[in-house]
Nanobody
Framework: QVQLVQSGGGLVQPGGSLRLSCAASGFFFGNAAMSWYRQIRGKERELVATIANDGGTTNYADSVKGRFTISRDNGENTAYLQMNSLKSEDTADYYC???????????WGQGTLVTVSS
């Protein structure tokens, strides 16, 4: 049974930091490209960051470059999103996604709300 279990969201003040985690099970994590998306209510889900299966390549949306860092620990089957210098416009539901290119399947986490507000 494939699962992506997210944790780490919550309320933070502008300028603060949060780290999101995405713990995977039920598939070989080392084969999956991992991504973080976010969705503001009433808007489409947008890609925030991606990391290759070996962690060697990362990409970021322009809106988060220099503030967010995606990483992974293949030994722990977990992906992370470190978010620094948070802004009110970062408020959204955040989702992790695993993509397995060998079988062309994707899996999603349950989502976690990040609220940036004073």
């Amino acid at each position: 049974q494939v699962q992506l279990v997210q944790s780490g969201g919550g309320l933070v003040q502008p300028g603060g930091s949060l780290r999101l985690s995405c713990a995977a099970s039920g598939f070989f994590f080392g084969n999956a490209a991992m991504s973080w998306y976010r969705q503001i209510r009433g808007k489409e889900r947008e890609l925030v960051a991606t990391i290759a299966n070996d962690g060697g390549t990362t990409n970021y949306a322009d809106s988060v470059k220099g503030r967010f860092t995606i990483s992974r620990d293949n030994g722990e089957n977990t992906a992370y999103l470190q978010m620094n210098s948070l802004k009110s416009e970062d408020t959204a539901d955040y989702y992790c996604r695993a993509y397995l290119p060998t079988i062309r399947r994707e899996y999603w986490g349950q989502g976690t709300l990040v609220t940036v507000s004073s």
